[in-house]
Nanobody, 123 residues
């Protein structure tokens, strides 16, 4: 079952930074493009960023451009989301998942959603 594990969330003040990690316990992420999604309280899940299999292509939703950076370590088989200048509206549960497209507006996730990692941006 294609399920990934997210980590690195927490409570941070506005303007702060967090780095989220995405990994798999039973297989490698190498064959897959990976997307990050988030779900804020009372809102639908939205795409945040994605990265291609080899990391040469990335995309971001407009609200995080210039603040978030997605990357991957091919050797380790992990994907990361560096989040800087965090805002209260970035609060939510963040999920990573395999995706078919490296277009953040149409990522087409497949596999199973994991538990996610919670990010709270608050003073």
């Amino acid at each position: 079952q294609l399920e990934l594990v997210e980590s690195g969330g927490g409570l941070v003040q506005p303007g702060g930074s967090l780095t989220l990690s995405c990994a798999a316990s039973k297989f490698t992420l190498r064959p897959f493009a990976i997307g990050w999604f988030r779900q804020a309280p009372g809102k639908e899940r939205e795409g945040v960023s994605c990265i291609s299999k080899l990391g040469e292509t990335t995309d971001y939703t407009d609200s995080v451009k210039g603040r978030f950076t997605i990357s991957r370590d091919i050797a380790k088989g992990s994907v990361y989301l560096q989040m800087n200048s965090l805002k209260p509206e970035d609060t939510g549960i963040y999920y990573c998942i395999a995706v078919a497209n490296t277009d953040v507006a149409d990522m087409r996730a497949f596999g199973s959603w994991g538990q996610g990692t919670q990010v709270i941006v608050s003073s």
